[in-house]
């Protein structure tokens, strides 16, 4: 292959390295993680100034347990941060990282410079979902931190039963918590995707991405779908509290793993398809 | 977008798909049908009857379905409607004194509901659609749930045309069911169940009549329609008594047989009420009033003024007002029959049964009938019901099963207590039994049912003294391939996607009675204790409260509200559970009692553990009585009957307490005191039942599987093909050449048309022409960013396509730069440079930055820089690498003008370098002074091509030798 350049080899181009500074010194990755990262803390000062709460152990709502360790204080954040900061973090970092380049009109001179297609492609999900790995793993890392020095080190709180469960018991299911967490967002993160190789406007792919979550939310409350809501792709989405429950029960994250990977492989696929045949004319 | 669409269109087809409207349910047909009973079968009665006919057409068997206590025949409507879906003549009636039913209720008496029902078999033995076994016998199954299911005990103990029944938490003894004794010494010294029996008695008449409604005719609604309804207290608004306005009269309508009065019109089940107001009509001027009603109204439904059921029925002859009052008799007893009513006060009354009320109360109930019901029966019975507890479910199946004839036997969720009711599961457990005894049993399908039949003619009922349990374990083994012959509704923990309680079916191959499959002693401690029976019986302790026993909590989610009072109760408890201990059956205890005369006591079972609320399972107790003697008198229990799993941990709490607020206690104060006589409680377990596994659903590993595929397919597809990209050797060293390239805009207008052109290396080629001549689309399908419709573009030899390696030798500059704002200029460069993977010291990163002359500027953000910076990185970013062709769409705009002299000399240099450059403009006097060929094209067509010397000398056609005109010349030419 001595068509190209010398020195040219089509995979060694766009180096996930590359990809990852160029993302992040961008503002709004930094402001992202900066707001994720503080989301804990405000939370912990919320509680702290929270008016007359003197923690009646009587209540067993995740909410009224937020304070009883930093165990049970990163499952709160966790728990209100998914349904929609998580959300929008993800469908930030996937929607805008092609449809930015189109914005600037960065994209051409990578695709001729050549990168190929499929492997700018493919770097580029590599690192969006990356970043928002990241993202979702942070949140509750940092809540943990926060909640540990703040609250201490005690044992889990099983909201409902007001089971208590050993830390070190609880410690692998929070793992298991965190990737769920990061499987469920994979829908969105391929919605995201699909729109950014089909749009210039990176907003324009994030709030697609984050209308169609509420679209589905939306449909999840209508009853009369029955069965079928199980196949919403945020039907799933607060799965990951079974784990937590003191007989585990999987059997709803998997169901939500199955229908997020199903979303995202044949949206992924689509995204590929799509900019492979596309003309760059931004 | 394509992707969007297509799963918006298919999240629409979907919901389209659900909320299809299905086929209509059957309407039924309402009429009224005239039977005759009483002991000397001379009360006349007229039955009010809906008949379904099988949605299937044809003869189908028939089912007889019975509504529950207080309810009517609309009560199981929705049930009876789907077993006509299902393929049965089903035939739904108010029993008397129910609803628009004449007569007075009897509580399934086989003098008189019994016989009611016979009379109905004869009618349906009459009807075309349904299947007959012999003349006058019809293939009829008969469900319901309570009272309907007590009757079809009671039919199918007195009518040997049965052919199968599916009874729901029904009793087995009427008389044990209100005065339970735990001791085993039957109804005579029972405790009385003060709180149900009211409710029972008081759903008779019209006084409650909307309680009634509540307890039992949403009972009726356990054989299925509402699927997981909740509680069956509290719902039932659906009581079907009105009130008593209309004229008290009813116009009977008789015949001299039992039966229709169809007669005349030959249109089944018509039948009208006269509306005089003669409260006594004799049979004579009935009948005369039928004829003339049938030939007048047809086939309706009763007319709005029919019989009103508040009023007390005809069968009395007693001249009665035409005006709304009742007569105190009324007003005490509803549509009580008066002797019963009269039994029913004087047992209220004392809180003690009578021989004739145990008489009376067993006569209805098929413990009085043993050895006389002989066909398949399914039996299901709740575990939430303190009215009718297991207890009698289990009497039943095994008196049946001691006739040789299949039993099976289910433990649901939800009774008379509330619970889930489970009504599809219902629904379908008992469809499918009958679907096993009354359709076609010559079907090579199902041999069990076939070998049944042929047997049960000449079969004799085994003799009494044989063993129950092993008979059932016998007829268990012949049982319904598809149903298990036991079958236990389990708490299956929170469905994960609706958060809501699921229930699991654990099964059995055999039905192990209350006394399970194998006994587990648990070890019981406590001294002693003292407990004291509180004057008046108050306050007392609570269980259930009956009617609504919902509001106690359901006691699967481990909630429960049952209180003790100190005091009033002894306390025994085990250690904690080393392993989970399933109890399912009634354990048994053996305690001692100190004291004078008959003591009344409690005994209960709780879930224990320490720093939680106490579980009383099912919130069951069992009432029990016995005759204390200072020197002890020693009693053995009978524990309520539950399907408990108590955890490792837990432990096992046996409470005796004195007052039950659901039943009748001595009002006299008194202390005993009670211990264990032994300290083992044996409890009952049957490791057989399993719930079938439930792995995960099958999708959750086909969908990913298969999208996965689809993913694959997709993404191959759509591959481009590479066989093109390999160089042609001839034109490796023509640094370009165009072949009859062609682009279409989406209108179909011709952006390029067919251009031809070819650049060797050194020229600085123009690519010229006004905007909108194709330019810059020339040169994005040169980048390989826009795929051309017809025609090539080889770079040294290599076919443009998007991404191919050929690219890497050429720097592109198109339509204004492209960078990250947030970025320096130098560091711009460098990411870009590093994405396309060379080595960095190809990339001659200063001498690009030189001729960008940014100064100091390349260290700030690119967002800060002016438009004529930018476009001197961008072209600098274009000559990274030192490409052999470079392209610049319109280099100079923006540039001032030492910029735009400097850039000239830049180009002109750089291919003197035997490298290429093509620039594009609209500038003429730019081309002109830079390059040394040109292009000109116009509307996406080429014009001229030539050096520019060759083309400046065509000026001599019109004497100019200035490009501009040249220029306008050769467009004009075209235009």
């Known amino acids: 292959m001595s068509t190209g350049a010398i020195g040219y080899a089509p995979g060694h181009t766009l180096p996930l390295r590359v990809e990852i500074i160029r993302q992040f010194k961008r503002r709004r990755t930094l402001i992202m993680f900066g707001l994720l990262m503080a989301l804990p803390w405000i939370l912990v000062i919320a509680f702290q100034f929270g008016p007359g ?171 009369a779908l029955g069965g079928l809501r199980e196949f919403l792709p945020t039907f799933w989405n607060t799965a990951w509290l079974d784990a937590l429950a003191p007989v585990p029960d999987y059997s709803g994250m998997i169901k939500g793993v199955a229908v997020a990977l199903t979303y995202a492989a044949i949206l992924i696929a689509f995204a590929f398809r799509r900019f492979r045949r596309k003309d760059v004319v931004s | 977008m394509t992707a969007v669409i297509a799963l918006a269109v298919l999240a629409v087809a979907a919901i389209t798909w659900t909320v299809w409207p299905s086929e209509p349910p059957p309407r039924g047909q309402d009429l009224t049908i005239d039977v005759l009973d009483g002991p000397a079968n001379d009360q006349r009665v007229t039955i009010d009857a809906t008949f379904f006919a099988p949605a299937s057409g044809g003869k189908a068997p028939a089912v007889l379905l019975g509504h529950g206590f207080g309810g009517s025949k609309s009560s199981v409507r929705d049930q009876a409607q789907r077993l006509a879906q299902h393929g049965y003549a089903v035939l739904t009636w108010s029993a008397r004194g129910f609803g628009r039913s004449t007569g007075e209720i009897a509580l399934n008496s086989p003098d008189y509901e019994v016989k009611d029902v016979q009379q109905l078999v004869d009618w349906l033995a009459t009807r075309p659609e349904v299947r007959l076994d012999a003349a006058g016998d019809p293939r ?212 003690q049964a009578t021989p004739q009320a145990i008489d009376l109360l067993r006569r209805s109930s098929p413990v009085s009938v043993p050895g006389k019901i002989r066909i398949p029966s399914l039996i299901i019975q709740g575990q939430r019901d303190s009215l009718f507890p297991l207890s009698h479910a289990d009497a039943n199946a095994r008196a049946i099963a001691a006739t040789g004839a299949p039993v099976e036997v289910a433990w649901i969720n939800g009774g008379h207590d509330g619970g889930d009711s489970e009504g599809d599961w219902v629904f379908d457990r008992t469809a499918a039994w009958f679907d096993t005894w009354l359709k076609d049993s010559a079907t090579p399908g199902n041999p069990a049912a076939a070998a049944y039949q042929q047997t049960a003619g000449q079969n004799p009922a085994p003799t009494a003294g044989q063993n129950a349990d092993q008979t059932a374990g016998k007829s268990a083994a012949t049982a319904v391939p598809g149903g298990a012959a036991f079958t236990v509704s389990r708490d299956g923990g929170r469905d994960p996607g609706t958060r809501r309680n699921t229930i699991v079916h654990a099964e059995g191959s055999r039905y192990s009675g209350l006394s399970g499959t194998a006994q587990t002693a648990v070890t019981l401690t406590g001294p002693a204790q003292e407990v004291a029976n509180p004057p008046g019986g108050s306050p007392a302790a609570i269980s259930s409260i009956p009617g609504f026993g919902s509001l106690l909590g359901n006691s699967s989610t481990g909630v429960s509200a049952a209180l003790d009072l100190p005091g009033q109760s002894a306390t025994f408890e085990s250690a904690p559970l080393r392993a989970p201990l399933h109890l399912t059956g009634s354990p048994t205890a053996t305690i001692r009692v100190y004291g004078t005369g008959q003591v009344t006591l409690f005994a209960k079972l709780y879930d224990a553990t320490t720093g939680q609320l106490a579980v009383l399972p099912g919130n069951l107790t069992a009432p029990l009585r016995v005759n204390a003697t200072p020197s002890g008198t020693t009693a053995t229990i009978a524990l309520p009957a539950v399907d408990r799993r108590f955890d490792t941990g837990r432990t096992l709490r046996l409470v005796l307490a004195t007052t039950d607020m659901a039943y009748s206690t001595p009002a006299t104060p008194a202390v005993y005191q009670v211990e264990l006589a032994s300290p083992d409680l044996v409890v009952p377990t049957d490791g057989e039942l399993s719930a079938p596994a439930t792995g995960p659903a099958w999708w959750t590993w086909a969908m990913p ?257 200035r490009l501009e005109d040249v220029f306008l010349d050769l467009i004009g030419e075209q235009v």
């Open chain 1, 53 to 223: 709460n003197n923690n009646n152990q009587n209540s067993l709502r995740l909410s009224d347990l937020a304070t009883a360790g930093g165990l049970n204080f990163a499952a709160f954040a966790l728990s209100v941060s998914a349904s929609f900061l998580l959300v929008v973090a993800v469908a930030l970092f996937c929607g805008d990282t092609v449809a930015s380049e189109a914005n600037w009109s960065s994209l051409r001179y990578l695709l001729a410079a050549p990168i190929p297609r499929d492997r700018l492609l493919r770097q580029k999900l590599i690192v969006a979902l990356g970043y928002s790995a990241a993202a979702v793993t942070v949140v509750p890392l940092m809540a943990l931190l926060a909640g540990t020095i703040v609250f201490g080190w005690n044992d889990i709180t099983v909201p409902g039963t007001g089971e208590i469960i050993p830390a070190g018991d609880v410690l692998p299911k929070f793992a298991i918590v965190i990737g769920y967490a990061m499987v469920s967002n994979l829908v969105v993160a391929a919605v995201a995707f699909l729109l950014s190789v089909s749009t210039d406007s990176p907003l324009g792919a994030v709030g697609g991405a984050v209308g169609l979550v509420i679209v589905s939310s939306i449909l999840q409350a209508v009853e």
């Open chain 2, 705 to 961: 599987l298969s999208a996965l595929v689809v993913a694959i397919v997709l993404v191959l597809v759509g591959r481009v093909r590479r066989a093109d990209t390999t160089q042609d050797p001839e034109l490796a060293d023509v640094p370009l050449q165009i072949t009859g390239l062609t682009k279409r805009y989406r209108n179909g207008e011709k952006a390029v048309d067919d251009l031809s052109f070819r650049v060797e290396r050194g020229q600085v080629l123009g690519l010229l022409g006004p905007n909108g001549a194709g330019k810059t689309t020339t040169m994005r399908m040169l980048m390989g960013l826009i795929h051309p419709d017809a025609g090539e573009i080889k770079i040294f030899g290599s076919k443009v396509v998007p991404g191919a390696p050929v690219l890497s030798r050429l720097g592109s500059f198109v339509e204004g730069p492209g960078f990250l704002p947030h970025l320096s200029g130098r560091d711009n460069l460098e990411l870009y440079w590093r994405a396309t993977g060379r080595p960095p010291a190809d990339a001659h990163l200063d001498e690009a930055l030189e001729i960008a002359g940014l100064g100091n500027a390349v260290d700030r953000a690119v967002r800060t820089y002016s438009q004529g910076m930018r476009q001197r990185l961008a072209i600098a970013q274009a000559m990274l690498g030192l490409p052999d062709l470079l392209v610049l769409d319109e280099p100079t705009n923006g540039l001032d003008p030492p910029q735009i002299a400097e850039m000239r000399k830049v180009l002109r240099s750089y291919a003197a370098k035997d490298r290429t450059v093509i620039v594009s403009s609209h500038l003429l006097g730019e081309v002109e002074q830079t390059c040394s060929h040109a292009v000109v094209m116009h509307r996406g067509r080429l014009i001229s091509n030539g050096p520019v010397a060759e083309l400046l000398s065509r000026g001599h056609l019109n004497g100019s030798t």
């Open chain 2, 140 to 351: 009829v199954g008969m469900a319901g749930g309570s009272y309907g299911g007590a009757i079809a005990l009671m039919t199918a103990a007195y009518d040997t045309r049965i052919d199968a029944i599916a009874p729901q938490i029904t009793w087995h003894d009427l008389a044990d069911a209100l005065f339970p004794n735990a001791t085993g010494q039957g109804p005579a010294t029972g405790v009385f169940k003060k709180m149900w029996a009211g409710i029972f008695f008081s759903a008779g008449g019209n006084r409650l009549a909307g309680l009634s409604g509540g307890a039992s005719g949403g009972l009726a609604g356990l054989t299925g329609g509402t699927g997981t309804g909740g509680s069956g207290g509290a719902g039932g608004l659906g009581g079907t008594s009105t009130s008593g306005t209309g004229t008290p009269g009813t116009g009977t309508s008789g015949t001299s047989t039992p039966g229709t009065s169809t007669s005349g019109t030959g249109t089944p089940g018509t039948s009208t009420s006269g509306t005089g107001t003669s409260g006594a009509s004799t049979p004579g001027s009935g009948a005369g009033e039928t004829g003339t009603g049938a030939g007048s109204t047809g086939a309706s439904p009763a007319p709005t003024n029919a019989p009103d059921i508040s009023g007390t029925p005809e069968t009395s002859g007693s001249e009665r007002p035409a005006a709304m009052g009742l007569t105190p008799q009324q007003v005490q007893c509803g549509r009580f029959m008066p002797t019963i009513c009269d039994i029913y006060q004087e047992i209220a009354e004392k809180g």
